[in-house]
C-alpha cells in the first residue's frame, strides 16, 4: 500500500531563504507523485507532479520537486522564500497503478516566511 | 469557467441532525473524492466514487453516506452517527489515469453546536 511522510508539521523560514520541505514516500509500485499548496479555509491547489521521465519537476510560483528513486524522496524546494508562500503544503501519492484510485496524503507541513 | 464547487461554505448543526454537504464539478471528470481535514491530521479519505452508481467506502467512512447518482453531482451526509463531524470537508474530482491530479473544491466549515 502506498503511504507518504512528510518530515516536519512546521517549517519556518526568513524571506528570500531556501525553502525545503520534505517528503517520502512508500511505494509498491513505481509511484505519481503530487505536491499540493492550500490557504487557509481554501482547497488545495497543485503546484506540481511527477509521473514519468525528467525527475526534476518544475512547477508554479518558482517551486520544484526532485523524485529520488533510491532515497523514496520527492522534497520540494524553493530557492527564495515570498511572504506570499506562508501556507500549508501536502505531498501526495497515488494508490495503485490503474483507473480512478485516491490520492493518499500526507499530514501537511505548515510553512511560515518570516520578514 | 470549470471546476468544483462546494456548498454551503459554512455550515452548523445540531447535535443529533443529519447534514447533507453539496459538491458538483462541470469538469467531466469520472471519479469524485470526499476528505476530511483535521488540524494536524493532513487529509483523510470519507468516500470515493469512480462511475456513476457506485461507491466505495474510504478510511473514516463511519457516520457518513454518499450518492452517485449524476456524473457531475457527489453529496455526502453527515448522520447523526458521525461521534465528532465538525471538521472541514473538502470534495475533489479526477479525469481517468492515476497519473492525473485530483481537483478541488473550496470545503465546507461544518461545525456542531
Known amino acids: 500500500a502506498q503511504s507518504v511522510t512528510q518530515l516536519g508539521s512546521h517549517v519556518s523560514v526568513s524571506e528570500g531563504a531556501l525553502v525545503l520541505l520534505r517528503c517520502n514516500y512508500s511505494s509498491s509500485v513505481p509511484p ?3 505536491w499540493y499548496v492550500q490557504y487557509p479555509n481554501q ?5 506540481l ?13 518558482g517551486f520544484e520537486a526532485e523524485f529520488k528513486k533510491s532515497e523514496t524522496s520527492f522534497h520540494l524546494t524553493k530557492p527564495s522564500a515570498h511572504m506570499s508562500d506562508a501556507a500549508e503544503y501536502f505531498c501526495a501519492v497515488s494508490k495503485g497503478n490503474s483507473g480512478n484510485t485516491p490520492l493518499v496524503f500526507g499530514k501537511g507541513t505548515r510553512l511560515s516566511v518570516i520578514a | 469557467d470549470g471546476g468544483i464547487t462546494q456548498s454551503p461554505k459554512y455550515l452548523f448543526r445540531k447535535e ?6 453539496s459538491c458538483e464539478q462541470n469538469l467531466n471528470h469520472d471519479a469524485m473524492y470526499w476528505y476530511r481535514q483535521d488540524p494536524g491530521q493532513g487529509l483523510r479519505l470519507i468516500y470515493y ?3 456513476v452508481n457506485d461507491f466505495q467506502k474510504g478510511d473514516i467512512a463511519e ?33 481517468r489515469g492515476s497519473n492525473t491530479e485530483a481537483f478541488f473544491g473550496q470545503g465546507t466549515r461544518l461545525t456542531v453546536v
Open chain 2, 63 to 95: 457516520g457518513y453516506s454518499v450518492s452517485r447518482e449524476k456524473k457531475e453531482s457527489f453529496p455526502l451526509t453527515v448522520t447523526s452517527a458521525q461521534k465528532n463531524p465538525t471538521a472541514f470537508y473538502l470534495c475533489a474530482s479526477r479525469h
Open chain 1, 49 to 61: 507532479k511527477y509521473t514519468t521521465g525528467a525527475t526534476l519537476v518544475k512547477g508554479i510560483n
Open chain 1, 32 to 34: 505519481y507523485l503530487f
Open chain 2, 49 to 51: 466514487s469512480q462511475i
Open chain 2, 16 to 21: 443529533g441532525q443529519n447534514v447533507t454537504l
Open chain 1, 43 to 47: 482547497g488545495l491547489q497543485l503546484l
